[in-house]
């Protein structure tokens, strides 16, 4: 009897705790805003609706915070069918808002370097890359290289070394294919976490763009790359602005307002800013 009301009483602790996330993601939803702490599901009301590790808090950074254990994941590509889970993925952890042409275009960028990580029925992170041609004048320099355009993970499953997966899954890809000459991403100048994590997986400072971000601040990033074929990394043209042809301007500046007012008067969602 007492075996009996132990499973009981686990049947009801766990039926209360998905009736309070069902309740809590529906809100969230119905004001049209995932919800960064939780996972998205393939079954969830989400799919109706792209930053690598974050840098730790001070709780972590202080010797009695025990950390994280590394999170066994799966990967998945990101097609037609799931392409609004990665909506809201990117939603939730970026600041900058892409156009529907990004959502259109991404099913149609190789899934060898785009992807979901998946843990179990969740998807906690992703990663989302293309092909470019290479206009180096190094007659020496293979004719294609790769752009990093997102990599992020949801804020509570971060510290499990997901990003590094989803990273390390698109360098293997890369090293097989000849005609890469090498992988590159833009990062913000003050994300240091992020400068620090791709150090991590040999990509260097090549070069800084002034003013790249659109009302984000500080609005300048730096060029990050990686070699792939071994030659030393060019420093490239440092001028241009965000990839203007997949952010959507007028989202982007409808989130800054958002933001800008609720750092003014908080609202009473439940999740952080």
Not at 253 to 272: I, L
Request: hydrophobic letters at 35%; proline letters at 6%; aromatic letters at 8%.
């Amino acid at each position: 009897k007492e075996e009996l009301r132990e499973v009981l009483r686990h049947i009801r602790a766990s039926r209360d705790a998905d009736h309070t996330r069902n309740t809590f993601q529906e809100g969230l939803h119905a004001r049209g805003r995932p919800d960064p702490r939780v996972p998205l599901m393939a079954s969830n009301a989400m799919e109706e609706s792209t930053a690598g590790e974050e840098p730790l808090t001070k709780e972590e950074q202080t010797p009695q915070f025990k950390k994280k254990s590394p999170l066994q994941v799966q990967f998945g590509p990101i097609h037609a069918n799931n392409a609004n889970m990665f909506r809201a993925l990117n939603m939730a952890v970026f600041p900058v808002r892409y156009n529907e042409k990004f959502y259109q275009d991404v099913p149609l960028f190789p899934r060898e370097y785009t992807m979901y990580a998946w843990y179990g029925e969740f998807v906690v992170g992703a990663i989302c890359c293309r092909r470019e041609n290479n206009a180096s004048e190094n007659e020496n320099a293979r004719p294609k290289k790769l752009y990093i355009m997102t990599l992020g993970v949801l804020a509570a499953w971060r510290g499990r070394g997901i990003g590094g997966k989803l990273l390390q899954k698109v360098l293997d890809a890369a090293a097989e294919e000849e005609t890469l000459d090498h992988i590159y991403l833009h990062v913000q100048t003050s994300n240091d976490a992020a400068i620090a994590f791709y150090a991590q997986f040999g990509f260097e400072n090549v070069g800084k763009i002034k003013n790249y971000y659109n009302r984000i601040e500080p609005p300048d990033c730096y060029i990050l790359r990686k070699s792939l074929s071994g030659a030393e990394c060019e420093v490239p043209e440092t001028s241009g602005s965000h990839d203007s042809e997949h952010v959507d301007e007028a989202a982007e500046e409808k989130a800054s307002e958002e933001k800008a007012s609720e750092e003014v008067a908080p609202t009473d969602d439940t999740h952080p800013q």
